[in-house]
């Protein structure tokens, strides 16, 4: 059964504490590895896509990079405006959507 | 990008009776999808809707609990029937960026639903 699982759930930072979040997977057939940021009260937010082994994207603070079993998004001296819900999801895509989405990781940064 | 616009973004309701959701986007799409964000958990799908056809349900969710609608390629609804306290949730609209495989999916702002 295809699976998704983010760690650690919940992660506070002090403002400049650089960590990583983890989201590994079992699933058949990977076409694809999503990042999304969700804030209070909207949806998720598109950041990356990583769809080879070995691949790294960017974008400011944020760095995702995948592997056959698992990605990270790595954060980089974080600021307060960083706080959100971190969302991975992985498209098996079987038929027309098949994307299976991990629970998260409830980022803090405090100042 | 797709911009998706989605009302109501919050709703209390009572129970037994129903709410519709609508989902609008600025850009005609072939697939929208719709979403399950139940307190603390991922996001399940719902139904894929496609425009001339019926929606497909994913397990677990049937059609007349749920019923969807597609009247072209820019709008959906989903209606959530006979609510009870289980059903408050976030429910999501969601199209892909691009109409061909491996793309990143953009989303409404949800509509928060408590059931009371």
């Known amino acids: 059964e295809d699976q998704v699982t983010q760690s650690p759930e919940a992660l506070r930072l002090q403002e400049g504490e650089s960590s990583s979040l983890n989201c590994s997977y079992t699933?058949?057939?990977?076409?694809?590895l999503f990042w999304y940021r969700q804030d209070p009260g909207k949806g998720p937010e598109f950041l990356f896509t990583?769809?080879?082994a070995g691949e790294e994207k960017e974008k400011e603070r944020l760095k995702a990079t995948l592997t056959k079993k698992e990605s990270f998004l790595h954060i980089t001296a974080p600021k307060p405006e960083d706080s959100a819900t971190y969302l991975c999801?992985?498209?098996?895509?079987?038929?027309?959507?098949?994307?299976?989405f991990g629970a998260g990781t409830r980022l803090t940064v405090k100042p | 990008s797709a911009v998706i616009s989605q009302k109501p973004s919050r709703d209390i309701c009572q129970r037994g009776t129903s709410l519709t959701i609508q989902c609008q986007v600025d850009?005609?799409?072939?697939?929208m999808f719709w979403y399950r964000q139940q307190p603390g958990q991922s996001l399940t799908l719902i139904a894929t809707?496609?425009?001339?056809?019926?929606?497909?349900?994913e397990s677990g969710f049937v059609i007349d609990k749920f019923p969807i609608s597609r009247p072209n390629l820019t709008f959906s609804t989903l209606t959530v029937s006979n609510m009870s306290p289980e059903d408050s949730s976030i429910y999501l609209c969601?199209?892909?960026?691009?109409?061909?495989?491996?793309?990143?999916?953009?989303f409404g702002q949800g509509t928060r639903l408590t059931v009371v």
């Open positions: 969601s199209v892909e960026g691009r109409q061909t495989h491996n793309t990143e999916a953009f």
């Open positions: 699933v058949s057939g990977l076409r694809g």
């Open positions: 990583l769809y080879s």
């Open positions: 999801a992985v498209d098996v895509r079987r038929w027309n959507n098949d994307m299976r």
């Open positions: 850009s005609q799409v072939t697939m």
């Open positions: 809707a496609n425009q001339g056809s019926e929606a497909t349900y």
